[in-house]
Nanobody
Framework: QDLLVESGGGLVQAGGSLRLSCVGS????????MGWFRQAPGKEREFVAA????????HYASSVKGRFTISRDNAKNTVYLQMNSLKSEDTAVYYC??????????????????WGQGTQVTVSS
């Protein structure tokens, strides 16, 4: 069974930091673009960041650029999201995703082949 499992979510004060991890199993995700999306209550799932399979190029939503950093370790089948200077509006369930290059270039949920189960991030103001 192909799985993506997130961890690292939690409660943090505004201005703080969290690091999310996503480990893949049952499938080698090293040739996939990997990304992070988030969904706040009552809102649609939105793109946060993506990274090409090589790890050499990253793409960010404007709302997180300069505060979040996506990275990956293909030997560990793992992708990370370092989140700094967190704001209350970053509160959401964060989902790990894997897909083709279209995931990286468009950030569209339609380009996602695999989803994780999500991890809650809550930022208190």
């Amino acid at each position: 069974q192909d799985l993506l499992v997130e961890s690292g979510g939690g409660l943090v004060q505004a201005g703080g930091s969290l690091r999310l991890s996503c480990v893949g199993s049952g499938h080698t995700f090293s040739r996939y673009a990997m990304g992070w999306f988030r969904q706040a209550p009552g809102k649609e799932r939105e793109f946060v960041a993506a990274i090409l399979w090589s790890g050499l190029s990253e793409h960010y939503a404007s709302s997180v650029k300069g505060r979040f950093t996506i990275s990956r370790d293909n030997a560990k089948n793992t992708v990370y999201l370092q989140m700094n200077s967190l704001k209350s509006e970053d509160t959401a369930v964060y989902y790990c995703a894997a897909g083709g290059d279209g995931l990286y270039s468009t950030g569209s949920v339609q380009e996602v082949d695999y989803w994780g189960q999500g991890t809650q991030v809550t930022v208190s103001s």
